[in-house]
């Protein structure tokens, strides 16, 4: 009789499993295929015998000052304390939910000095109008098998959760090199354009002294001493200028490192040396946007969602846990006498539970964590796409930059060659010193632009690597499409 009355009630239990159904519940969004994502080699301009960027990027710059600013930044930034903050309690959320997978021991003891009631709704007994002890201690254990992997499903978003604030926590890190790079790049044009401003701010003083040299000879007039005076006028306008944006460059690379302002005046001007560059290779496949930190993040997200579904799914089957008590009861006698062994006590066995009606309140959540993963989804096609033209953008910029800088080298080397030209009239008698004023002020124009054009060029490099990740990582911090593309629906 015990076994039919046990099998009748396994037969029940589990036949009851279609009471409450998840069909017709599925995601409506779908990964992309990642195959066709790769950047051709029209859209790099590179050589394919070349390297990819490391995790110290910057270090390609021999610049020991942004070395060590570098390292200082991401040591003491304080975006990167509050990502290992949320990486540190996401660890510690990881840790509760593993917590589930393993059987819990727990301990309980009272000891009660008690009157029982006479009356008669409690109803006269043994103990009426008595008082005793009423101690119980008891240890008491529980499992819950996990059948249908529910918890094992909640831990593994968990996980996917730590590995996507371990994304982050990267993510934070490059903000900070990309911003800490892109101020030092304004640090060394602008210490460069004041190098040459100084230069050109003599000159101008040079063309104004010999105008005036000139009026006094009667060989020019007030009109050309008037426009010498307003162009060094000019001169000295934008020399300060330069200086301002040389003294905010420091100011925002001090705010970087979360520093006072009275670190810039240790700030040495940049010594950037861009001639060594890693060339990069022509074709960029898909699975290298992989290793950028949010596309990382974005597809971790996405792993955590589908574990969520998994675990939600687990909902419409019957919980079976299993539950132990072993300890002593007492009602009678001393305070210690439930010790004894009269007093043992412990029962097991299984606790069932089985939704049959709940106002659809499992089929409500199980849609929520579906519109979720399809948020989650849609959020990392959105990054990889971001990802893509980030990387078409900077391989373009460096394209072009490259080629204006190409240019500006043949503009630059003409613009010497008059200079030397007019040196040589002027050693034999044919002019006077104004052309070489005029030709060394046209040759500091091209040198200026000459400057921002290469400061263009490093900026395209930075933002390729920014673009890249900050250097590669490896494949096994990503989790792949297939593991979290197909959803399996009961």
């Known amino acids: 009789m015990r076994r039919l009355a046990l099998l009748l009630t396994c037969s029940l239990t589990f036949g009851l499993t279609a009471c409450i159904s998840s069909n017709g519940i599925t995601p409506e969004t779908s990964l992309p295929d990642e195959t066709l994502l790769s950047l051709s080699a029209d859209q790099a301009h590179f050589t394919d015998d070349a390297a990819w960027p490391n995790q110290t990027w910057w270090h390609q ?184 944006r040389i003294d905010q460059s420091k100011h925002a690379i001090a705010a970087i490192l979360g520093k006072s302002a009275d670190i810039a005046d240790h700030l040495q001007p940049p010594h950037i040396d861009a001639s060594e560059q890693d060339v990069l290779p022509s074709h960029i496949p898909a699975e290298l946007l992989g290793h950028r930190p949010d596309v990382v993040a974005s597809r971790w997200l996405v792993a955590s969602k589908s574990s969520e579904i998994d675990a939600a799914q687990a909902d419409f089957y019957p919980d079976i846990d299993l539950t132990a008590a072993v300890g002593f009861m007492s009602v009678t006698g001393g305070m210690l006498s439930v010790l004894s062994h009269e007093k043992l006590t412990y029962n097991a066995g299984p606790a069932i539970s089985l939704p049959i009606f709940d106002a659809g309140r499992i089929r409500a959540q199980l849609k929520q964590r579906d519109a979720e993963y399809d948020v989650a989804v849609s959020q990392y096609k959105s990054t990889l796409s971001g990802a893509i033209q980030d990387i078409s953008d900077s391989l373009s910029a460096i394209h072009t930059a490259q080629q204006q800088l190409n240019s500006t080298d043949v503009a630059m080397k003409a613009s010497e060659a008059n200079v030397a030209h007019a040196m040589d009239a002027y050693d034999v008698g044919l002019t006077d010193y104004l052309p070489i004023v005029d030709a060394k002020l046209a040759a500091f124009q091209q040198r200026l632009l000459k400057t921002d054009i290469q400061a263009e060029v490093l900026a395209a490099s930075v933002a390729l690597n920014i673009a890249l990740g900050g250097g590669l990582v490896g494949n096994e911090q990503s989790p792949k499409v297939e593991q979290i593309a197909t959803r399996s629906m009961p």
């Open 61 to 244: 710059y021999h610049d020991k000052q942004l070395n060590a600013l570098m390292q200082e930044a991401v040591n003491d930034s304080p975006s990167i304390e509050e990502a290992n903050a949320r990486l540190r309690m996401a660890l510690a959320i990881g840790l509760q939910t593993d917590a589930a997978l393993l059987p819990s021991v727990s301990a309980d003891a009272t000891i009660n000095r008690k009157k029982w009631p006479s009356d008669s709704f409690y109803g006269p007994g043994e103990l009426s109008g008595t008082s005793s002890w009423n101690n119980v201690g008891l240890i008491s254990f529980y499992y819950d098998p996990d059948i249908w992997d529910k918890n094992t499903s909640l831990s593994d978003a968990a996980l996917s959760r730590i590995k996507k604030q371990i994304a982050e926590t990267q993510i934070a890190t490059l903000n900070i090199e990309s911003s800490l790079m892109h101020y030092y790049i304004q640090l060394s044009l602008a210490c460069q354009q004041r190098d040459i401003g100084e230069q050109v701010l003599a000159t101008y003083q040079d063309r104004l002294d010999i105008m005036q040299a000139q009026l006094e000879m009667g060989l020019s007039t007030k009109v050309m001493v008037h426009q010498a005076e307003v162009s060094l006028s000019d001169a000295q306008v934008k020399l300060a200028s330069v200086i301002d």
